[in-house]
């Protein structure tokens, strides 16, 4: 079974974009750069969001 790279979900009204990639220290490659903008159009699209937040797996961004 293959795991998703790029997870979205939605918490009230914040949505999320997961890289999920940590094997790889969330390191961006084809498969990911791909499948991004269809996670951003979800993002754009969804019901009552007023904050979007991208965020790796392993934490946020910049952080190790």
Same mark, same amino acid.
Request: glycine content about 6%; hydrophobic content about 40%.
């Given at each position: 079974m293959t795991e998703e790279l790029i997870l979205t979900q &939605? *918490?009230?009204n914040v949505f999320e974009i997961?890289? #999920? *990639? +940590?094997?790889k220290r969330n390191a961006l #490659?084809? +498969?990911m750069l /791909? %499948?991004? +903008?269809? %996670?951003? %159009?979800q993002a754009r699209r969804a019901a009552g969001v007023r904050h979007r937040r991208a965020w &790796? /797996? &392993?934490g946020l961004?910049? /952080?190790h």
């Amino acid at each position: 079974m293959t795991e998703e790279l790029i997870l979205t979900q &939605q *918490r009230d009204n914040v949505f999320e974009i997961i890289l #999920n *990639r +940590p094997d790889k220290r969330n390191a961006l #490659n084809w +498969p990911m750069l /791909r %499948a991004l +903008p269809g %996670a951003v %159009a979800q993002a754009r699209r969804a019901a009552g969001v007023r904050h979007r937040r991208a965020w &790796q /797996r &392993q934490g946020l961004f910049g /952080r190790h």
